[in-house]
């Protein structure tokens, strides 16, 4: 691995549910340091490609390689599988993912719950564990509510506290899959700051939305998906500004 070689990079990928072909060829690279935000309507593909690049889904064909390291594969189309277990915990270790719906465990409070992973599945020791944790959770603004438990915040608290959690992972990446979309506008909008925040230290970033403004101001690249495939991608104000594609002008003209 070099310094320039990308955290992430997917290759043709195709991924299908049955008959129903929704990844059809697609390719994507995440730069080291570099956020990449994919948009596009509901059912283009969008969190399919994200769960496929963090192995929670099994693609049918194509390549992903995490800083240059291929995933092995076993079986062929509809039978394909990852052939090394070690080497998908490894990798999914280091692609820490930020679902929609928080997905706190309720009977911990928020510190254990930023404590769990880093403890239980990377062994480090707790002391350690949990300075970092209480600075992830300053990091992201609800330091003072680490003995809560996540019945007793807001949305928006609870989708800072699950960036927290997957900040405490130390992951090459983090992969956003639409994390503000649960949150009414008011909340949103904090979870909103962290990311920029998030962005503007340089951190890895790929990131599923419908907000077409964080995906222009956090941006360093921006893929548009329709139907399972690249329609256009670019730099955000070229994209946004001077858009090549009639299905990405129509997407953004009903985004407005």
């Known amino acids: 691995m070099t310094s ?5 990079s997917v290759r043709d990928l195709h991924k299908s549910y049955g008959t129903l072909e929704v990844l059809r060829g697609i390719d994507l690279t995440a730069p080291r340091g570099h956020v990449v935000s994919l948009i596009g309507s509901s059912g283009s593909g969008k969190s399919t490609l994200l769960r496929c690049c963090n192995l929670l889904e099994d693609s ?4 992903i ?19 090394d277990a070690k080497q998908v915990t490894r990798i999914r270790t ?3 993912m930020v679902f929609q719906s928080f997905n706190l465990w309720a009977h911990m409070t928020v510190l254990q719950n930023v404590m769990e992973a880093p403890v239980h599945v990377l062994g480090r020791p707790r002391p350690q564990v949990e300075a970092a944790a209480r600075a992830y ?11 809560r438990y996540p019945a007793e915040l807001s949305g928006g608290q609870q989708q800072r506290a699950a960036i927290a959690r997957a900040l405490a992972m130390e992951p090459r990446a983090l992969l956003f899959d639409e994390p503000t979309s649960a949150l009414d ?9 962290v990311i920029q925040a998030l962005a503007e230290e340089g951190r890895t970033m790929i990131l599923v939305t419908h907000d077409m403004r964080m995906a222009r101001d956090c941006s360093d690249h921006v893929v ?33």
Not at 4 to 8: C, F, I, K, N, R
Not at 65 to 83: I, L, Q, Y
Not at 185 to 193: A, D, G, H, I, T
């Open 224 to 256: 548009f998906l329709h139907q399972g495939l690249v329609e256009e991608e670019g730099a955000p104000d070229r994209l946004f500004g001077q858009p090549e594609s009639a299905r990405l002008r129509g997407f953004l003209s009903s985004t407005a």
């Open 94 to 96: 280091n692609l820490s």
């Open 65 to 83: 390689a995490f800083e240059g390291e291929p995933v092995r594969w076993t079986g062929r189309g509809a039978t394909r599988r990852p052939a």
């Open 4 to 8: 320039a070689e990308p955290v992430l």
């Open 185 to 193: 506008p008011e909340l949103e909008q904090e979870v909103v700051r």
């Open 60 to 63: 049918q064909g194509g390549e």
């Open 137 to 147: 959770l300053d990091k992201v603004g609800i330091g003072d509510k680490a003995d």
